[in-house]
Nanobody
């Protein structure tokens, strides 16, 4: 399976920005993207990006978050702007290749009010 390493999480004030990165060990010719899970809440899809660059976002993050990918570097990014406390969660990246979905280790994002 594809190995994924996440980075970029941390603590930020409401209204601030963070950028998460997820580097894959192999070329991911299909979708990549991000889920998140807050304590006591179900996992939700933040958004995804296909190999050609087409993106999909959850309604809660549209206009604030941007997913991009660098196919040459096998890396997907999540640029998060105008963060609010409701964005606090562990963020997990994923990558689809062949029949399998691979997952990153998760990175904590905490937004203070």
């Amino acid at each position: 399976q594809v190995q994924l390493v996440e980075s970029g999480g941390g603590l930020v004030q409401a209204g601030g920005s963070l950028r998460l990165s997820c580097a894959a060990s192999e070329s991911t010719i299909n979708g990549m993207g991000w889920f998140r899970q807050a304590p006591g809440k179900q996992r939700e899809l933040v958004g995804g990006i296909r190999s050609g660059g087409s993106t999909t976002y959850a309604d809660s993050v549209k206009g604030r978050f941007t997913i991009s990918r660098d196919n040459a570097k096998n890396t997907v990014y999540l640029q998060m702007n105008s963060l609010n406390p409701e964005d606090t969660a562990v963020y997990y990246c994923y990558a689809d290749r062949g029949l399998f979905r691979s997952w990153g280790q998760g990175t904590q994002v905490t937004v203070s009010s």
